[in-house]
């Protein structure tokens, strides 16, 4: 499963276990969630919409966002990589990464080619023990 600015795939976790697990394995690889946004109790607060679980992860790796921000400092607007939890209609759990080299590739400048390239590795990683 993946587009032109993602990948990802489906578990075999529940989705507040998948949740827990992908935090577990970013760490793992050097990232820390700085944010969350839970789109699912957002809709409903604010628009009273029901939907299916759909949380947004907003991962971060301090080292290689110092690198990135340190090359080009408005790089922030791109950051931090986000990790999408979501239960789709048959109850079955989706965890996607965003493409760090679609969407760093943005930047268009040589020194963060491979800090993107390095991210995917990481965010790679994290897909495949969960």
Do not use: W
Not at 1 to 15: A, T
């Amino acid at each position: 499963m993946s587009s032109e600015f993602g990948f990802g795939k489906m578990v075999e976790l529940g989705f507040e276990e998948a949740i827990e697990r992908v935090t577990e394995e970013l760490a793992k690889e050097g990232f820390g969630i700085l944010t969350v946004i839970d789109v699912q109790a957002t809709l409903k607060a604010k628009l009273d919409e029901d939907m299916r679980p759909y949380r947004i992860l907003g991962a971060c790796n301090p080292v290689l966002a110092h690198q990135a921000v340190t090359a080009v400092p408005e790089i922030g607007l791109l950051l931090p990589c986000n990790v999408l939890v979501r239960e789709d209609e048959d109850g079955r759990t989706r965890v996607s990464f965003m493409d760090p080299g679609a969407v760093l590739g943005l930047v268009n400048d040589p020194r963060v080619d491979p800090l993107a390239a390095q991210v995917k590795q990481k965010l790679e990683t994290v897909m495949a023990a969960l």
